[in-house]
């Protein structure tokens, strides 16, 4: 799994390495990459600064072309740094470039370091961010030029960002913020307080309003629910669902994808809505339940039974299931006590071999400003 706060920066001169030193002492998890050439230089510019001693980074010295460099550095960072000119940047990084929902941050900083330039995944992947965090610590120009920030205007994937919310369809992205751009409002249509102010770049409906409110503004649905509209619009979709399992010993991953997927149809919610699974300790061992969790990049929170038999959850108790296995309740119990302050909104549905409980969180957003 990529480390999300770690940096690669990329080294090719002396000057070059300074400026690595330089932002490794205000960030916390940094590689520095340099050519095996240089490191005499390194192991000098070291020497002249006792306190470097103490940070314990990693420097990796390379023997490479830069190309075959980025090509592994692409795999295992989502933050990279280079120090060198930007058209160089521009033509290592061109063969590896996939989509800007799986591109790394990627920062370009002049060897003078007097400009520090977002290059690519400005939005996503955070080099804005990164690049005005850098900036910051050399003194430096930043320089970004999304033409949202340009203008000093909100980007929608920035909010789904800070919401974690998945995008649907992610080519309509681009209309959204095309709209904002081309200054015409966006109208966000929501049952979840998200605590945004309205301004003139956008206006917040209910969800119930989406098929009746006029369509003189881009529709931007913020809604975890199968969603059906005509036109052109986007879908943020928080991730807020937890998915409550019960299962008999040697369930298939087969089986509990049939039960969660009818579980989804029967309240409507889209499938990329699901944050994690819940069970009880009890199925550490389950290897369908690991199976249908790997398929699903889906994380599994096993709850402890004394925590179950502790909580005072308002919730129908099982007189065969306590005799069972020793608590009132599985599916349920599992996923309220995963979420944070969730709401059950699905109450245990049974699936042959397999018990479904689905609860909600609804606070995806702590007061965003866009």
Same mark, same amino acid.
């Given at each position: 799994?990529?480390?999300?706060?770690?940096?690669?920066?990329?080294?090719?001169?002396?000057?070059?390495?300074?400026?690595?030193?330089?932002? *490794?002492?205000?960030?916390?998890?940094?590689?520095?990459?340099?050519?095996?050439?240089?490191?005499?230089?390194?192991?000098?510019?070291?020497?002249?600064?006792?306190?470097?001693?103490?940070?314990?980074?990693?420097?990796?010295?390379?023997?490479?072309?830069? *190309?075959?460099?980025?090509?592994?550095?692409?795999?295992?960072?989502?933050n990279i740094v280079y120090i060198a000119a930007l058209g160089i940047v521009v033509r290592i990084i061109a063969p590896y470039l996939r989509s800007k929902r799986d591109d790394p941050a990627v920062v370009t900083?002049?060897?003078?370091?007097?400009?520090?330039?977002?290059?690519?995944?400005?939005?996503?992947?955070?080099?804005?961010?990164?690049?005005?965090?850098?900036?910051?610590?050399?003194?430096?120009?930043?320089?970004?030029?999304?033409?949202?920030?340009?203008?000093?205007?909100?980007?929608?994937?920035?909010?789904?960002?800070?919401?974690?919310?998945?995008?649907?369809?992610?080519?309509?992205?681009?209309?959204?913020?095309?709209?904002?751009?081309?200054?015409?409002?966006?109208?966000?249509?929501?049952?979840?307080?998200?605590?945004?102010?309205?301004?003139?770049?956008?206006?917040?409906?209910?969800?119930?309003?989406?098929?009746?409110?006029?369509?003189?503004?881009?529709?931007?649905?913020?809604?975890?629910?199968?969603?059906?509209?005509?036109?052109?619009?986007?879908? &943020?979709?928080?991730?807020?669902?937890?998915?409550?399992?019960?299962?008999?010993? %040697?369930?298939?991953?087969?089986?509990?994808?049939?039960?969660?997927?009818?579980?989804?149809?029967?309240?409507?919610?889209?499938?990329?809505? /699901?944050?994690?699974?819940?069970?009880?300790?009890?199925?550490?061992?389950?290897? %369908? &339940?690991?199976?249908?969790?790997?398929?699903?990049? &889906?994380?599994?929170?096993? /709850?402890? *039974?004394?925590?179950?038999?502790?909580?005072?959850?308002?919730?129908?108790?099982?007189?065969?299931?306590?005799?069972?296995?020793?608590?009132?309740?599985?599916?349920?119990?599992?996923?309220?006590?995963?979420? *944070?302050?969730?709401? &059950? /909104?699905?109450?245990?549905?049974?699936?042959?071999?397999?018990?479904?409980?689905?609860?909600?969180?609804?606070?995806? /957003?702590?007061?965003?400003?866009?």
């Open positions: 799994m990529l480390e999300a706060e770690k940096i690669a920066v990329v080294t090719l001169t002396r000057g070059g390495q300074e400026l690595a030193l330089e932002i *490794r002492k205000s960030i916390g998890q940094v590689d520095i990459y340099t050519p095996l050439k240089l490191k005499r230089q390194l192991d000098e510019i070291q020497k002249t600064n006792i306190q470097e001693e103490k940070i314990h980074y990693k420097i990796y010295y390379y023997d490479s072309k830069l *190309r075959e460099l980025t090509a592994s550095l692409f795999k295992d960072y989502q900083i002049d060897e003078t370091g007097r400009n520090v330039i977002s290059t690519l995944s400005g939005h996503l992947g955070g080099a804005n961010r990164l690049t005005e965090r850098i900036a910051g610590i050399l003194h430096s120009n930043p320089v970004i030029t999304t033409a949202t920030d340009c203008q000093g205007k909100p980007a929608i994937d920035m909010l789904a960002k800070k919401m974690g919310c998945a995008i649907e369809p992610f080519a309509n992205l681009k209309l959204a913020n095309g709209a904002i751009v081309n200054d015409r409002p966006l109208h966000i249509f929501t049952d979840y307080n998200l605590e945004l102010r309205e301004t003139d770049f956008f206006s917040i409906y209910p969800l119930s309003k989406i098929s009746t409110e006029k369509n003189t503004g881009f529709p931007v649905v913020i809604s975890n629910k199968v969603i059906e509209i005509e036109g052109n619009y986007l879908q &943020l979709i928080p991730r807020n669902i937890i998915i409550g399992i019960g299962c008999r010993r %040697g369930i298939s991953a087969v089986e509990i994808n049939h039960a969660v997927e009818e579980s989804l149809q029967v309240l409507e919610l889209k499938e990329n809505s /699901i944050k994690k699974l819940a069970t009880i300790d009890l199925k550490k061992d389950e290897m %369908g &339940l690991f199976e249908y969790a790997a398929e699903k990049s &889906l994380e599994i929170d096993f /709850i402890d *039974r004394e925590e179950i038999n502790k909580a005072d959850l308002g919730i129908n108790n099982s007189d065969f299931v306590q005799k069972m296995v020793g608590v009132p309740g599985v599916c349920e119990p599992a996923a309220l006590l995963s979420s *944070r302050n969730g709401v &059950l /909104i699905l109450e245990k549905m049974k699936f042959n071999k397999i018990t479904i409980a689905i609860v909600e969180e609804k606070n995806i /957003i702590d007061n965003s400003k866009m």
